[in-house]
Each structure stands twice: as structure tokens, then as C-alpha cells.
């Protein structure tokens, strides 16, 4: 399975997006706040080349995809939801 961490702040509209999307669908993730963690907030923009949030991490067999923004479908398709 694999393994997803948001990094949200808690005024992000898409955040909540993102997680109610996950939570319907049984998708367990962990969430870092970046509003209030400066030193995550400096490792989501070293992973991702980002200062906006949500930036989605999917981890799965040691590989790295990143997901930049509520993307419905690549969130679908890197989880295989249906």
C-alpha cells in the first residue's frame, strides 16, 4: 500500500479538498502542517520546488511521486482508485 503525506496549512480550501477525497476513500495519509512547522515547510519546498499547498507525496516501493494542488485525477490514478 502506499503511503501518502499532505502538507496542508489550515486556511487551504484544496487541502480540505484533498483530504475529504482521501477520507471518502479509505486512504490513510499523514498530514504536516506547513503554517505552523517552518522546518517542513522548507522540506515540502526541497521535495517539491513548491511554496503552495497541498503537496501531495505518494510513496510506494520507495518511489517518489508528487502531486501539486487538488489533482482529482492523478490523486485517482497514483492511488488506483476507480
Known amino acids: ?9 489550515q486556511t ?6 484533498t483530504k475529504q477525497y ?7 495519509y499523514t498530514e504536516i ?7 517542513k515547510a522548507r522540506e515540502m519546498i526541497e521535495k517539491s520546488g513548491q511554496m503552495g499547498v497541498p503537496v501531495i ?5 520507495e518511489k517518489e511521486e ?3 494542488g487538488f489533482d482529482q ?10
Open 12 to 17: 487551504c480550501g484544496y487541502c480540505k479538498a
Open 73 to 82: 485525477a492523478r490523486l485517482a490514478g497514483a492511488l488506483g482508485i476507480a
Open 66 to 68: 508528487t502531486i501539486i
Open 33 to 39: 502542517d506547513v503554517g505552523v512547522d517552518r522546518d
Open 1 to 9: 500500500m502506499a503511503q501518502v503525506t499532505v502538507y496542508t496549512t
Open 57 to 61: 507525496i505518494i510513496t510506494k516501493e
Open 22 to 28: 482521501l477520507g471518502e476513500h479509505n486512504i490513510p
